[in-house]
Structures are given as C-alpha cells and as structure tokens.
C-alpha cells in the first residue's frame, strides 16, 4: 500500500539512517537557536499587544515541538536498552504530538486575528477570548 505509515518508529527492528538523525538533530538545533532569540525579542518589546503576545505563544509552541523532537531522535536508538530511555522517548513522543498541535492552533488563531485586523481595523478583539480559545 502506499501512504505513511504513523506508526514507522515503533516497528520492532526498523532503525532510521545516521544521516536522517543528524538532520534531524542540526535541524533541531538552527529551531531552538532561532525560536529562543525570537522569544527574547519579544519578551523585551515594550508594546506587548495581541500580536506580539501571540507570536511569544507561537515561539514556544515552536520551540517545545524542537526540544522535544531533538530528544527524540537521540533517544530513539537506544529505547531498547534501558527502561529510563524508553520512557523519556515516550513522553517526549507524546510532549511533541501535544505542541505540534499547539503550533498549529496558534498559527491559525494568529491568522484569524490578522484577518480579522484587515477586514475591521477598529474592531477591539479582547484577550480574554483568545486565551479561552486556545484552552
């Protein structure tokens, strides 16, 4: 059949390429680098608007998917070896599905408001609905 399989890292015996991993990894790494500067960039803004506040939230959505990717790819050779490994794998696995989702939803909460901006410049979007949303 053809498609991807979700499941491919869990087949029992399936290893991933030395290269991919450290793509990975180097990937990674340029994400964190870069989501970190950005964060701080807007931690140091004096207007912390709407905008600005939901870019910080898209920085750390970005930044947790990259830090918890990285440990996945390193952990993943060794899951098989120690217990401590594997569990740290899983929930790192599970940390990274949680804040890919994130990234997503805040990337499209920050469209909506932008759209929003340009369609009625005077229109007032509180806060208070944003963050309830995004709960």
Known sequence: SSGINAEWPLRPGYELPLVTTVLKCVID???????????????????????????????????????????????????????????????CRFFYAMSFDCTGFSTSLLSVTRSIKVCRPFYRIKGMWIAASFV
């Open 29 to 91: 790494v340029v994400g964190i680098s870069a989501n970190s500067l950005s964060l701080s960039y807007f931690i140091n803004r004096q207007n912390k608007g709407l905008g600005n506040r939901l870019l910080m939230l898209l920085n750390v959505c970005d930044l947790f998917v990259c830090v918890t990717n990285f440990v996945t790819a390193i952990t993943y050779e060794r899951r098989q070896e120690d217990n401590w490994v594997e569990t740290s794998y899983n929930i």
